[in-house]
């Protein structure tokens, strides 16, 4: 242990985070003074001020923390025989118990919330704590103290969801507790750390598989609030928590670990939860605001110096958040099994936004002034009226009211309009231009497929392989994407994904419960073991292969098809355990200005199975006025669904204003359909409400037939594309397609492109040996873009997709090139036909390095 903390503090130190914490503990007077004041905070950030509760935008606020408190009250007072509240059976259920303290701590804040200008007989009431301290007292002799009969269930409840609940209604109420039951905090504090069974000694485990990202943050804010409820006594806990909580601020580097843990943010904006998730928009969201709150409670007490930590949280949101937010939508593709919950990604984002309220309020200057402009973007952006009543707390209400209705501010987004985003550490990318945003799903033997858990997301499989979501400008995104979209878009017919056409069963459906329980094989699969995340909850692909580079605002990406871990493991898993095969595809995307082009080759079943790819699937509500017409090769128009060998294709939503168009380069025959599809959202989750969901399904796919050769696809999604644009394709208006936008090479082995009008070349090359295209040699396997300018100059950037090379080498042929610029290893050098480009790749961990050339 005392090496493993050694290794904790050397990483901190190497981060330039061990400042934070201050040297020497503080005399017990002035613990005691900061304890206090942390205190005061956490009632501030949750309960409101004076001040604040005062001004009418929290109105809403208040009357909502009143009502949902009466209402606690009421099912106190209706509970019968045996209850805390009516109806919420406990004993067996550890849902129900973390909703009985949960129920506590909101009447407990209804008693320290201020409401000046509509006072309320629960603020201050003396009854009103007691009978919460009263009821945390019930909970404890009965449900809770007794550690032989508690920790059934879901673990978080036990050691994150109730310590979180009952650590603030213990600070709600910590005048009251003293003097009404003051044996009750060191209660509670030995129940809740003997509750931290994976942790070591009834605290934090930094080596533990349970206690890494948001979860951490979570755990440790709780112990801090704890430690301050000790008082004096409590300063060590809160140092200790503290320390802890600081492991999340270290951006993660994968080739040297720290704690084995690979949860936390990357150099390149990713965010990993699980281990193999990316989740920046579930996770990633609730460390964000934890630890927001925790900057909060810390401020102006002498246990942190918090202001060195703002600038690492500015960069999370700067470079990690933003780009996934469209209109004020979170995106798809980092949201995990979340993407299966009603609340939509409007609703994330709004929690996204008050953590970037508070920041700035953390911030100064051009700092603070560029997050508060950020804030005025997404409310001037979004086609969903953000509710600051949903916020946590009634001071971010105010200071977002207080933003919106600055006039010197103007509206920024963080990031520019063009910009294309390599997640490569979570196997992810982004490209935005003004008109829309294109998020792109891959997966690897390093990046899970998907996540399911808990019933949620229950129909996944093919979430991780290529599938990808065009956000249109100006769109209601709920009416595109959110639930609604996986309630009634085929799970194999995703948009972007190539899959084998069979019926997979559902986990519930398949075991008779939301996971595999096999306690006794020696795999030891429970509801939490590893084996269960590693094969049922969120499986990894076992491709290498799955990266891409960017170019200015341009990118590449590509990526090989793969079966996950189970069905590679399928020889060591249990006989009833059911594994599933995939087909197979090689796959690039390249990101481009008013195109995004896909190639596709390989795509087939090692089986012998029919497969789908699907180019795109776009949902509709039904009384939307949906058209789609397009050109058949031999120059027929098209309209409607069916079957054809087609040029073009286009699908208008007149009353949305939207359109896309598709542009088939070289692909086979294509199947458009259009159909009504009627589904309850419980398709998807168990616990959603049962409630049917109507669109219009538009389905573009290409069917490869049981036993036939490998094919190969070539086409571009074209956004907001007119009929006009998209017969410039194949007519002289702008030259033959294959003078503007030319498919260089689409094969297994190597898949390229070039754009004239941008002086683009772009490939990835997926196989060992030399691969030759449009003047380039490229060694091995790599993701390369290369733009010549008219004024003389050739810019080249190059990544390893397979983050294992030491390095790459690229040939620029024809006249020997000079170096104008270059990024940090890489070296060029004259060769025999050209400019030979070097590139250390080692530990790179797919990031892309970019040189300029003039000759």
Same mark, same amino acid.
């Given at each position: 242990?005392?090496?493993?903390?050694?290794?904790?503090?050397?990483?901190?130190?190497?981060?330039?985070?061990?400042?934070?914490?201050?040297?020497?503990?503080?005399?017990?007077?002035?613990?005691?003074?900061?304890?206090?004041?942390?205190?005061?905070?956490?009632?501030?950030?949750?309960?409101?001020?004076?001040?604040?509760?005062?001004?009418?935008?929290?109105?809403?606020?208040?009357?909502?923390?009143?009502?949902?408190?009466?209402?606690?009250?009421?099912?106190?007072?209706?509970?019968?025989?045996?209850?805390?509240?009516?109806?919420?059976?406990?004993?067996?259920?550890?849902?129900?118990?973390?909703?009985?303290?949960?129920?506590?701590?909101?009447?407990?804040?209804?008693?320290?919330?201020?409401?000046?200008?509509?006072?309320?007989?629960?603020?201050?009431?003396?009854?009103?704590?007691?009978?919460?301290?009263?009821?945390?007292?019930?909970?404890?002799?009965?449900?809770?103290?007794?550690?032989?009969?508690?920790?059934?269930?879901?673990?978080?409840?036990?050691?994150?969801?109730?310590?979180?609940?009952?650590?603030?209604?213990?600070?709600?109420?910590?005048?009251?507790?003293?003097?009404?039951?003051?044996?009750?905090?060191?209660?509670?504090?030995?129940?809740?750390?003997?509750?931290?069974?994976?942790?070591?000694?009834?605290?934090?485990?930094?080596?533990?598989?349970?206690?890494?990202?948001?979860?951490?943050?979570?755990?440790?804010?709780?112990?801090?609030?704890?430690?301050?409820?000790?008082?004096?006594?409590?300063?060590?806990?809160?140092?200790?928590?503290?320390?802890?909580?600081?492991?999340?601020?270290?951006?993660?580097?994968?080739?040297?670990?720290?704690?084995?843990?690979?949860?936390?943010?990357?150099?390149?904006?990713?965010?990993?939860?699980?281990?193999?998730?990316?989740?920046?928009?579930?996770?990633?969201?609730?460390?964000?605001?934890?630890?927001?709150?925790?900057?909060?409670?810390?401020?102006?007490?002498?246990?942190?110096?918090?202001?060195?930590?703002?600038?690492?949280?500015?960069?999370?949101?700067?470079?990690?958040?933003?780009?996934?937010?469209?209109?004020?939508?979170?995106?798809?593709?980092?949201?995990?099994?979340?993407?299966?919950?009603?609340?939509?990604?409007?609703?994330?984002?709004?929690?996204?936004?008050?953590?970037?309220?508070?920041?700035?309020?953390?911030?100064?200057?051009?700092?603070?002034?560029?997050?508060?402009?950020?804030?005025?973007?997404?409310?001037?952006?979004?086609?969903?009226?953000?509710?600051?009543?949903?916020?946590?707390?009634?001071?971010?209400?105010?200071?977002?009211?207080?933003?919106?209705?600055?006039?010197?501010?103007?509206?920024?987004?963080?990031?520019?309009?063009?910009?294309?985003?390599?997640?490569?550490?979570?196997?992810?990318?982004?490209?935005?231009?003004?008109?829309?945003?294109?998020?792109?799903?891959?997966?690897?033997?390093?990046?899970?497929?998907?996540?399911?858990?808990?019933?949620?997301?229950?129909?996944?499989?093919?979430?991780?392989?290529?599938?990808?979501?065009?956000?249109?400008?100006?769109?209601?995104?709920?009416?595109?994407?959110?639930?609604?979209?996986?309630?009634?878009?085929?799970?194999?017919?995703?948009?972007?994904?190539?899959?084998?056409?069979?019926?997979?069963?559902?986990?519930?459906?398949?075991?008779?419960?939301?996971?595999?329980?096999?306690?006794?094989?020696?795999?030891?699969?429970?509801?939490?073991?590893?084996?269960?995340?590693?094969?049922?909850?969120?499986?990894?692909?076992?491709?290498?292969?799955?990266?891409?580079?960017?170019?200015?605002?341009?990118?590449?990406?590509?990526?090989?098809?793969?079966?996950?871990?189970?069905?590679?493991?399928?020889?060591?898993?249990?006989?009833?355990?059911?594994?599933?095969?995939?087909?197979?595809?090689?796959?690039?995307?390249?990101?481009?200005?008013?195109?995004?082009?896909?190639?596709?080759?390989?795509?087939?079943?090692?089986?012998?199975?029919?497969?789908?790819?699907?180019?795109?699937? /776009? %949902? $509709?509500? +039904?009384?939307?006025? &949906?058209?789609?017409?397009?050109?058949?090769?031999?120059?027929?128009?098209? *309209? !409607? #669904?069916?079957?054809?060998?087609?040029?073009?294709?286009?699908?208008?939503?007149?009353?949305?204003?939207?359109?896309?168009?598709?542009?088939?380069?070289?692909?086979?025959?294509?199947?458009?359909?259009?159909?009504?599809?009627?589904?309850?959202?419980?398709?998807? /989750? %168990? $616990?959603? +409400?049962?409630?049917? &969901?109507?669109?219009?399904?538009?389905?573009?796919?290409?069917?490869?037939? *049981? !036993? #036939?050769?490998?094919?190969?696809?070539?086409?571009?999604?074209?956004?907001?594309?007119?009929?006009?644009?998209?017969?410039?394709?194949?007519?002289?208006?702008?030259?033959?397609?294959?003078?503007?936008?030319?498919?260089?090479?689409?094969?297994?082995?190597?898949?390229?492109?070039?754009?004239?009008?941008?002086?683009?070349?772009?490939?990835?090359?997926?196989?060992?040996?030399?691969?030759?295209?449009?003047?380039?040699?490229?060694?091995?396997?790599?993701?390369?873009?290369?733009?010549?300018?008219?004024?003389?100059?050739?810019?080249?950037?190059?990544?390893?997709?397979?983050?294992?090379?030491?390095?790459?080498?690229?040939?620029?042929?024809?006249?020997?090139?000079?170096?104008?610029?270059?990024?940090?290893?890489?070296?060029?050098?004259?060769?025999?036909?050209?400019?030979?480009?070097?590139?250390?790749?080692?530990?790179?961990?797919?990031?892309?390095?970019?040189?300029?050339?003039?000759?």
């Amino acid at each position: 242990m005392e090496i493993t903390r050694r290794r904790l503090l050397s990483a901190l130190s190497a981060a330039g985070l061990l400042a934070v914490i201050p040297m020497l503990p503080a005399s017990a007077a002035e613990a005691a003074a900061d304890s206090a004041r942390l205190l005061a905070n956490t009632v501030d950030v949750f309960a409101g001020t004076a001040a604040s509760n005062a001004r009418p935008e929290t109105a809403a606020k208040l009357a909502a923390i009143d009502r949902t408190a009466r209402t606690n009250l009421k099912s106190m007072d209706d509970a019968g025989e045996g209850e805390l509240f009516a109806g919420l059976a406990l004993g067996t259920d550890d849902a129900n118990l973390n909703t009985a303290y949960r129920r506590l701590y909101e009447i407990a804040l209804a008693t320290r919330a201020p409401n000046p200008t509509a006072p309320s007989d629960l603020y201050g009431s003396t009854a009103v704590q007691r009978r919460v301290i009263d009821g945390l007292v019930w909970l404890h002799e009965r449900h809770y103290g007794d550690q032989s009969k508690g920790y059934y269930g879901n673990w978080f409840n036990w050691e994150i969801g109730i310590s979180q609940h009952v650590s603030k209604t213990l600070v709600l109420l910590v005048d009251e507790v003293r003097t009404y039951r003051p044996e009750l905090i060191g209660t509670y504090v030995a129940s809740m750390d003997a509750y931290l069974r994976n942790g070591t000694d009834g605290d934090v485990n930094l080596d533990s598989r349970f206690h890494t990202g948001a979860n951490l943050a979570d755990i440790t804010t709780n112990r801090i609030l704890q430690g301050a409820l000790l008082g004096a006594s409590g300063e060590a806990r809160i140092r200790k928590a503290l320390v802890d909580q600081l492991t999340v601020f270290v951006t993660v580097d994968p080739y040297h670990l720290v704690h084995g843990v690979t949860d936390g943010h990357y150099a390149d904006g990713s965010f990993i939860q699980h281990a193999s998730v990316a989740y920046t928009g579930s996770y990633g969201k609730a460390l964000l605001t934890r630890v927001v709150q925790t900057l909060k409670i810390l401020d102006g007490t002498g246990f942190a110096h918090g202001e060195e930590l703002v600038p690492t949280v500015r960069k999370w949101v700067r470079d990690g958040f933003a780009p996934l937010i469209f209109e004020g939508w979170m995106m798809e593709i980092v949201k995990g099994r979340a993407v299966s919950r009603p609340d939509g990604g409007y609703v994330d984002v709004a929690v996204v936004v008050e953590a970037v309220v508070d920041l700035s309020s953390l911030s100064t200057d051009a700092d603070a002034t560029a997050l508060k402009s950020y804030v005025k973007h997404i409310r001037a952006t979004s086609r969903a009226a953000l509710n600051p009543a949903g916020f946590v707390s009634p001071v971010s209400i105010v200071r977002y009211t207080d933003i919106i209705g600055d006039t010197s501010l103007p509206a920024a987004d963080l990031n520019p309009a063009s910009r294309s985003v390599a997640f490569n550490a979570m196997d992810k990318n982004v490209h935005r231009r003004p008109g829309y945003a294109f998020a792109l799903a891959r997966s690897s033997d390093r990046i899970s497929k998907y996540e399911y858990m808990s019933g949620e997301n229950l129909m996944p499989w093919f979430q991780g392989d290529g599938a990808y979501y065009l956000y249109l400008s100006g769109q209601d995104q709920t009416q595109a994407y959110g639930v609604d979209y996986f309630t009634t878009v085929s799970p194999y017919g995703l948009a972007g994904v190539t899959a084998p056409v069979e019926q997979r069963r559902t986990v519930p459906d398949l075991y008779g419960k939301p996971y595999y329980d096999n306690p006794g094989h020696p795999l030891n699969f429970t509801s939490s073991s590893e084996s269960q995340n590693k094969y049922v909850y969120f499986p990894r692909g076992t491709n290498q292969y799955s990266g891409g580079a960017v170019l200015g605002a341009y990118g590449v990406a590509g990526a090989v098809q793969s079966s996950d871990v189970p069905f590679q493991d399928r020889e060591l898993l249990p006989d009833d355990f059911v594994v599933y095969r995939n087909a197979t595809a090689t796959k690039s995307w390249f990101l481009l200005d008013e195109e995004i082009v896909v190639l596709a080759a390989g795509v087939g079943d090692r089986a012998g199975r029919a497969v789908t790819t699907t180019i795109d699937a /776009r %949902t $509709a509500m +039904p009384g939307d006025e &949906v058209s789609v017409t397009g050109q058949s090769r031999d120059g027929r128009a098209w *309209a !409607g #669904a069916g079957t054809g060998d087609l040029r073009w294709l286009r699908y208008a939503n007149a009353t949305r204003r939207t359109s896309v168009g598709y542009v088939f380069l070289d692909t086979p025959k294509v199947r458009v359909t259009l159909d009504e599809v009627t589904r309850s959202r419980r398709v998807v /989750r %168990t $616990a959603n +409400p049962d409630t049917a &969901v109507t669109r219009r399904v538009l389905g573009v796919t290409v069917d490869g037939a *049981a !036993g #036939a050769r490998p094919a190969s696809l070539a086409y571009a999604l074209v956004p907001n594309a007119g009929e006009a644009g998209l017969r410039a394709y194949w007519s002289g208006q702008q030259g033959q397609q294959g003078q503007r936008l030319k498919v260089l090479a689409n094969t297994v082995r190597l898949q390229a492109v070039s754009h004239a009008g941008l002086g683009l070349t772009a490939a990835n090359s997926f196989t060992a040996g030399r691969h030759e295209v449009a003047g380039l040699r490229i060694d091995g396997p790599a993701s390369v873009l290369v733009k010549r300018e008219r004024r003389g100059t050739t810019t080249v950037a190059v990544s390893d997709p397979t983050m294992d090379r030491d390095r790459i080498s690229v040939l620029v042929r024809g006249n020997s090139l000079r170096k104008v610029t270059a990024d940090e290893g890489v070296r060029v050098s004259r060769a025999h036909g050209g400019t030979r480009i070097d590139v250390h790749t080692h530990h790179a961990y797919g990031r892309s390095f970019t040189v300029t050339l003039r000759g």
